[in-house]
T-cell receptor, first 113, second 112 residues
Framework: ETGVTQSPTHLIKTRGQQVTLRCSSQ?????VSWYQQALGQGPQFIFQ???????GRGNFPPRFSGLQFPNYSSELNVNALELDDSALYLC????????????FGPGTRLTVL | KQEVTQIPAALSVPEGENLVLNCSFT??????LQWFRQDPGKGLTSLLL?????REQTSGRLNASLDKSSGRSTLYIAASQPGDSATYLC???????????FGTGTRLQVFP
């Protein structure tokens, strides 16, 4: 059973650019959630995908968007990057249903200059 | 609105001590509570998951309890080791949401 993987590990972008982060789901999992973690804070929920559709969204603007593919892998896209978007981006996978344990990937560290 | 608080924010102890980390939440309508470990700059490692109907879970030297009615959970670490040094996060999954709500974590340092 493979775990959750994310790519790239680190990324440096400039303000105004666009970025795409990727997540491969743990085998057998059908939901994927994305979180943003600023330094010294707990992760904040961005959104969740299930059956290739957005299934819940946190308090993030529309320039944060995502995709889930038939193999349950996922992308997080952020347009018009701002300095405050600098953070660790985590994806978590699990099974649909409120009882499911969530498994996190190693994260992508995004720095916006 | 669900809020999660963790106390203490930081803890430094000598090796061998037994530790208690605290987590409190404001809304008791939860599906489950999960404890995670995070090493600096890394992702989250799931330690224990407690369903709302359960009172505690154990894994090795770790024991987590849940008192849903009072909105509290504790993570007990027995015989701490330097390798336990990390940030410990608790998170709850509330009814009618699909998101984990996290506390800000307890940063633990165990020195030899």
């Amino acid at each position: 059973e493979t775990g959750v993987t994310q790519s790239p590990t680190h990324l440096i972008k400039t303000r105004g650019q666009q970025v795409t982060l990727r997540c491969s789901s743990q085998s057998g999992h059908n939901t994927v959630s994305w979180y943003q973690q600023a330094l010294g804070q707990g992760p904040q929920f961005i959104f969740q995908y299930y059956r290739e559709e957005e299934n819940g969204r946190g308090n993030f603007p529309p320039r944060f968007s995502g995709l889930q593919f038939p193999n349950y892998s996922s992308e997080l896209n952020v347009n018009a990057l701002e300095l405050d978007d600098s953070a660790l981006y985590l994806c978590a996978t699990g099974l649909a249903g409120g009882w499911s344990e969530q498994f996190f990937g190693p994260g992508t560290r995004l720095t916006v200059l | 609105k669900q809020e999660v608080t963790q106390i203490p924010a930081a803890l430094s102890v000598p090796e061998g001590e037994n530790l208690v980390l605290n987590c409190s939440f404001t809304d008791s309508a939860i599906y489950n509570l999960q404890w995670f470990r995070q090493d600096p700059g890394k992702g989250l490692t799931s330690l224990l998951l407690i369903q709302s109907s359960q009172r505690e879970q154990t894994s090795g030297r770790l024991n987590a309890s849940l008192d849903k009615s009072s909105g509290r959970s504790t993570l007990y670490i027995a015989a701490s080791q330097p390798g336990d040094s990390a940030t410990y996060l608790c998170a709850v999954l509330s009814y009618n949401t699909d998101k984990l709500i996290f506390g800000t974590g307890t940063r633990l340092q165990v020195f030899p």
